[in-house]
Nanobody
Framework: VQLQASGGGLVQPGGSLRLSCALS????????IGWFRQAPGKGREGVAC????????FYKDSVKGRFTISTDNAKNTVYLQMNSLQSEDTAVYYC???????????????????????WGQGTQVTVSS
């Protein structure tokens, strides 16, 4: 099971970026996929999650209306479209996967990093003028 995050970079405030998380060794339908970020000196924070098993997406209040998580099942890839970026969005962004069901029951804890057993490497997002 592998996750490969990409798409980070330097962008001006108000700009946009799209992060990609390419998955290999498993299929999207069986897992919840979360995007987390970690700014210098801060803990890892979940910002968006998509769960096929429970059939919904989740967003932290700080990014709601600006970030959109989506999937391309044919490419086994998850995207995070980030619009209206602010300096506070500067962080290393990670994608992660957690089991979509426990004992056959759909399950998701979108914001608990300990619930995610698989992590990709981070991609740096810097928002600065």
């Amino acid at each position: 099971v592998q996750l490969q995050a990409s798409g980070g970079g330097l962008v001006q405030p108000g700009g946009s970026l799209r992060l990609s998380c390419a998955l290999s060794g498993f299929t999207l339908e069986d897992y919840n996929i979360g995007w987390f970020r970690q700014a210098p000196g801060k803990g890892r924070e979940g910002v968006a999650c998509i769960s096929s098993s429970v059939g919904r997406t989740f967003y932290k209040d700080s990014v709601k209306g600006r970030f959109t998580i989506s999937t391309d099942n044919a490419k086994n890839t998850v995207y995070l479209q980030m619009n209206s970026l602010q300096s506070e969005d500067t962080a290393v962004y990670y994608c992660a996967a957690s089991d979509g069901a426990v004992d056959g029951v759909p399950y998701v804890r979108p914001w608990d990093p300990d619930d995610y057993g698989y992590w990709g490497q981070g991609t740096q997002v810097t928002v600065s003028s």
